[in-house]
């Protein structure tokens, strides 16, 4: 009996264990079921470039970036003015991407300036929605702006001389998301000052010839119309002094080292000298262009006032402009090139000042300059200081005008012990003279700034 109902009940037991399976595979199925209708449940997540401000322009092209992680499946967009709509933009993908891209503009819609709705309906490929998958959709209230920006430059230095540097100071009409000085490839950032006007501090290169120089003041407004206007400046040419540099067998000898750690892959010393002064030149002159153009790193305003300050004591060896002809020891020009700082000489291990206040932006060790310091004064103006023995100042130190921030030294290529002090305007090297002038900077810089608008 005992083991009868046993039997029974273990039959009974198993019966209930076979229907708790199935029900655990029918919930499992189920839950596998909805996860899988479940797991995406939104639409691709969409983002516009550039971003969305209320304000269109009529040229304008908006770049729409998509992510799903079922991919993308379609995309429209559509225009609404009153009882009016548009499709401007329809893609439908025939493979299914995670993420993907789509411009559209305005110009093919004839709309009028005024406002408008745009609505921008994304797809995912997902079995959401009974297969439809899920979407997204964005309807955003825009103005279309077809006007662009206008610029009253308010001062200006009626001439700038070639290597120098100016400073305008103009008004633009409604908001801007870019405004500056463009010159060639070249873009000087324009600052918004405390009156709400803007001021660009921007060079006349050294590498611009006067019939060349043609600088233009830029303005782009939250719609992407832009208005650009030639500056009437007058372009000064001067005479820049030459001179010859003799680079003896010695002096390849002092710099073995360091200038097969520059250019490693030519064999001779001499070889990898004229390696380090062009192509390593280039690379650096390009580095600090990279590190003064960017907006980010420049303070938005000036963080000096007074003029700037030259290494005390010091003789100036070379000047800003001074084009070199390199000769060896039997005097064969072996190169040239234009010194583009101003090479100031002391004792050996001089003490090096900041020659204003400012942020340190840079330190390290930078092919030609050595050990080099650069220092931040607001407004894309920079001071350098090349060929150093060391230094004592970090990326982000504030530092004083006069303040020690490390000693001269041979550095990179320095034959003898010397500062090169340079003047950067968005990277590019200015005449470092007119920094250190106070009536210059009187009438060229600050009281351009100051004038009430
Ligand atoms: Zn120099």
Redesign the pocket.
């Given at each position: 009996m005992f083991k009868k109902r046993s039997v029974y009940r273990s039959e009974r037991r198993s019966s209930s264990g076979v229907s708790a399976a199935a029900l655990l595979v029918f919930l499992g199925a189920v839950a596998a079921g909805v996860w899988f209708l479940m797991r995406d449940l939104s639409g691709p997540s969409v983002t516009m470039d550039p971003p969305h401000s209320g304000r269109m322009g009529i040229a304008q092209s908006v770049r729409l970036s998509m992510d799903d992680k079922s991919g993308v499946q379609s995309v429209a967009v559509t225009v609404r003015r009153g009882a009016q709509s548009m499709i401007v933009l329809k893609e439908k993908y025939a493979e299914l991407e995670k993420h993907r891209e789509a411009v559209f503009s305005l110009k093919d819609t004839q709309l009028p300036e005024g406002s408008f709705e745009l609505e921008i309906k994304a797809q995912d490929g997902s079995f959401a929605g009974f297969g439809f998958g899920n979407s997204t959709t964005l309807r955003l209230p825009v103005i279309l702006d077809a006007q662009p920006p206008r610029i009253a430059v308010k001062t200006m230095p009626p001439s700038i001389r070639r290597g120098g540097a100016a400073l305008i100071v103009y008004t633009v009409s409604e908001d801007v998301d870019r405004t500056g000085v463009r010159l060639g490839q070249s873009f000087f950032h324009a600052f918004r000052q405390p009156n709400g006007s803007y001021a660009c501090l921007f060079p006349f290169p050294i590498t611009y010839k006067t019939s060349e120089f043609f600088p233009e003041v830029l303005a782009r407004d939250l719609a992407g119309n832009v208005t650009s206007s030639r500056l009437p400046v007058r372009a000064v040419n001067r005479t820049f002094r030459s001179d010859t540099l003799k680079i003896p067998e010695s002096f390849l000898n002092f710099k073995a080292a360091e200038l097969a750690q520059i250019c490693p892959e030519k064999s001779t010393s001499l070889e990898q000298y004229l390696c380090a002064n062009s192509k390593e030149r280039a690379i650096d002159d390009a580095k600090l262009i990279e590190i003064g153009s960017d907006p980010a790193r420049t303070s938005p305003s000036f963080l000096w006032t007074g003029r700037f300050l030259q290494l005390p004591k010091s003789a100036v060896k070379?000047r800003y402009g001074d084009f070199r002809s390199y000769v060896d020891d039997n005097r064969q020009k072996i190169d040239e090139q234009t010194?583009?700082?101003?090479?100031l000489a002391s004792v050996a291990r001089a003490e090096v000042p900041a020659a204003q206040h400012g942020r340190v932006i840079w330190t390290g060790y930078l092919g030609i300059h050595g050990n080099m310091v650069l220092v931040d004064h607001g407004m894309g103006l920079a001071t350098q200081y090349?060929?150093l023995s060391e230094y004592s100042v970090q990326v982000g130190d504030e530092v004083q005008p006069g303040q020690i921030i490390g000693r001269t030294g041979t550095t990179g290529l320095?034959g003898g012990d010397?500062l090169?002090f340079g003047v950067l305007i968005g990277g590019i090297p200015v005449e470092p003279l007119e920094w250190l002038d106070p009536k210059w900077l009187k009438n060229n810089i600050t009281d351009r700034l100051n004038t009430p608008l």
């Amino acid at each position: 009996m005992f083991k009868k109902r046993s039997v029974y009940r273990s039959e009974r037991r198993s019966s209930s264990g076979v229907s708790a399976a199935a029900l655990l595979v029918f919930l499992g199925a189920v839950a596998a079921g909805v996860w899988f209708l479940m797991r995406d449940l939104s639409g691709p997540s969409v983002t516009m470039d550039p971003p969305h401000s209320g304000r269109m322009g009529i040229a304008q092209s908006v770049r729409l970036s998509m992510d799903d992680k079922s991919g993308v499946q379609s995309v429209a967009v559509t225009v609404r003015r009153g009882a009016q709509s548009m499709i401007v933009l329809k893609e439908k993908y025939a493979e299914l991407e995670k993420h993907r891209e789509a411009v559209f503009s305005l110009k093919d819609t004839q709309l009028p300036e005024g406002s408008f709705e745009l609505e921008i309906k994304a797809q995912d490929g997902s079995f959401a929605g009974f297969g439809f998958g899920n979407s997204t959709t964005l309807r955003l209230p825009v103005i279309l702006d077809a006007q662009p920006p206008r610029i009253a430059v308010k001062t200006m230095p009626p001439s700038i001389r070639r290597g120098g540097a100016a400073l305008i100071v103009y008004t633009v009409s409604e908001d801007v998301d870019r405004t500056g000085v463009r010159l060639g490839q070249s873009f000087f950032h324009a600052f918004r000052q405390p009156n709400g006007s803007y001021a660009c501090l921007f060079p006349f290169p050294i590498t611009y010839k006067t019939s060349e120089f043609f600088p233009e003041v830029l303005a782009r407004d939250l719609a992407g119309n832009v208005t650009s206007s030639r500056l009437p400046v007058r372009a000064v040419n001067r005479t820049f002094r030459s001179d010859t540099l003799k680079i003896p067998e010695s002096f390849l000898n002092f710099k073995a080292a360091e200038l097969a750690q520059i250019c490693p892959e030519k064999s001779t010393s001499l070889e990898q000298y004229l390696c380090a002064n062009s192509k390593e030149r280039a690379i650096d002159d390009a580095k600090l262009i990279e590190i003064g153009s960017d907006p980010a790193r420049t303070s938005p305003s000036f963080l000096w006032t007074g003029r700037f300050l030259q290494l005390p004591k010091s003789a100036v060896k070379a000047r800003y402009g001074d084009f070199r002809s390199y000769v060896d020891d039997n005097r064969q020009k072996i190169d040239e090139q234009t010194h583009m700082g101003l090479d100031l000489a002391s004792v050996a291990r001089a003490e090096v000042p900041a020659a204003q206040h400012g942020r340190v932006i840079w330190t390290g060790y930078l092919g030609i300059h050595g050990n080099m310091v650069l220092v931040d004064h607001g407004m894309g103006l920079a001071t350098q200081y090349s060929h150093l023995s060391e230094y004592s100042v970090q990326v982000g130190d504030e530092v004083q005008p006069g303040q020690i921030i490390g000693r001269t030294g041979t550095t990179g290529l320095a034959g003898g012990d010397h500062l090169h002090f340079g003047v950067l305007i968005g990277g590019i090297p200015v005449e470092p003279l007119e920094w250190l002038d106070p009536k210059w900077l009187k009438n060229n810089i600050t009281d351009r700034l100051n004038t009430p608008l």
